[in-house]
C-alpha cells in the first residue's frame, strides 16, 4: 500500500503542514495547467495533482490515506475538499453500493442500507480571467449542464461572486450546485477554480503584490526625475533619486492587489532599467567625451565597422 505516493506527486514531505501542502498545490497546479503549460503529458500531470490535492488538502481524507492509503481516502470522496469531479459511491456490477464506509460497515456488522440518502456529485468549472478581473473581482452568471432530482440533465444558471485577489489555480465551493443526490440526498457541490491571463501592460504578480519593470534613460538615473509609472489603481508618480543604478527597485505600497477575503492589499515594486543608446551623433559623443575628460576617465571609444572592415 502506497501512501507515499501523493506526497511525491506534490513534492512535499509526508511531515508538511497544511499551509505547505497548499502552496504546493497552487505552484504544481499553475505549472501543468493545460491551459499553461502545452507540452506533452501535462494535463495528466494537472490530474495527478488534482487527485492528490483532493486528498491531502483535506485534513480528514489525509489522515485515512496516512493509515489505509488511496483505499481509505477514497471512504470519504464527496464528503468535501477540492479539485475535479468526484464520485461520492462504488459500483460493483452495476449495483450501486454507495460510499466506502457502508462497505466497512457492512463487512464488521453494521447495517446497510441500500435506500439511504446520499449526496450527490461535486462538479467542476473553470473560469477565464483577465489580470485586472483576478485583481478586482467581479460578478458573472455561468451555466452547466448537471443531472437535476427525477434523473434528467438540464442546464443550470447560477451567479458567482468572483473575490477581488484571486489567482490561477484556486477555487471557490458553491454549496448544493453540483448533481442531485440519490434517494432524498442533498445536491453536491461545484467547485470553480480560476484562470488568469496575462497582463497587457506588463505586470508580473506574485501573490498580492505586483511587480513592473520600467525603463528610464541613464541622464534620468544620472540626475535624478519625476516619472510617471503604471500600477493596477491608475498612473503614479514616481521620484527617481540621482545617481540610480539599474535593477534598482521601489515600492509603492498600497498599489498592488488585495488579499481574497481581506481588506489589505499588496504593493507594486517597480524595477528601473537603465537604457544605453545604441547609436549617438557626433554631438553626443563630443558632450560624453567632455564628461569623461572632466572625470578623468579614460575612454577610447570604438569606431563602428562598415560591411567590409
Known amino acids: 500500500m502506497d501512501n507515499e505516493e501523493y506526497y511525491k506527486i506534490l513534492g512535499v514531505a509526508k511531515s508538511a503542514s497544511q499551509d505547505e501542502i497548499k502552496h504546493a ?6 505549472k501543468y495547467h493545460p491551459d499553461l503549460n502545452h507540452q506533452p503529458g501535462a494535463e495528466d500531470k494537472y490530474k495527478q495533482v488534482q487527485e492528490a490535492y483532493e486528498t491531502l488538502g483535506d485534513p480528514q481524507k489525509r489522515a485515512a490515506y496516512d493509515q489505509y492509503g488511496k483505499a481509505g481516502a477514497n471512504a470519504n470522496n ?22 466506502f464506509s457502508d462497505i466497512f460497515s457492512q463487512m464488521f456488522g453494521g447495517s446497510f442500507n441500500p435506500n439511504a440518502p446520499r ?39 447560477v451567479k458567482v461572486t468572483i473575490p477581488a485577489g484571486v489567482e490561477t489555480g484556486q477555487q471557490m465551493r458553491l454549496a448544493g450546485q453540483g448533481e442531485a443526490g440519490t434517494h432524498g440526498g442533498p445536491y453536491g457541490d461545484l467547485y470553480v477554480e480560476f484562470i488568469v491571463g496575462k497582463s497587457k501592460d506588463g505586470f508580473e504578480r506574485q501573490g ?18 519625476k516619472i510617471k509609472v503604471k500600477t493596477v489603481h491608475g498612473d503614479v508618480e514616481l521620484t527617481i533619486p540621482a545617481g540610480t543604478q539599474t535593477d534598482t527597485e521601489f515600492r509603492l505600497r498600497g498599489k498592488g492587489a488585495p488579499y481574497v477575503n481581506s481588506s489589505r492589499i499588496g504593493d507594486e515594486y517597480v524595477k528601473v532599467i537603465v537604457q544605453v543608446p545604441k547609436r549617438l551623433n557626433e554631438k553626443e559623443k563630443k558632450a560624453l567625451k567632455t564628461y569623461a575628460d572632466l572625470r578623468g576617465e579614460n575612454v577610447n571609444p570604438q569606431k563602428r565597422r562598415g560591411l567590409f572592415g
Not at 498545490?25 to 499553475?30: A, G, I, P
Open 25 to 30: 498545490y497552487r505552484k504544481m497546479s499553475k
Open 78 to 99: 464527496g464528503q468535501g475538499g477540492f479539485g475535479g469531479f468526484q464520485q461520492s459511491g462504488f459500483n460493483f456490477n452495476g449495483q450501486d453500493f454507495g460510499d
Open 119 to 157: 449526496k450527490g456529485r461535486d462538479l467542476q468549472y473553470r473560469i477565464n480571467l483577465t489580470f485586472e478581473e483576478a485583481v478586482f473581482g467581479k460578478e458573472t452568471e455561468i451555466k452547466y449542464v448537471r443531472q437535476e432530482s427525477g434523473g434528467n440533465s438540464k442546464e443550470h444558471t
Open 208 to 225: 498580492a503584490n505586483i511587480y513592473l519593470e520600467e525603463p528610464i534613460n541613464f541622464v534620468q538615473a544620472a540626475l535624478g526625475d
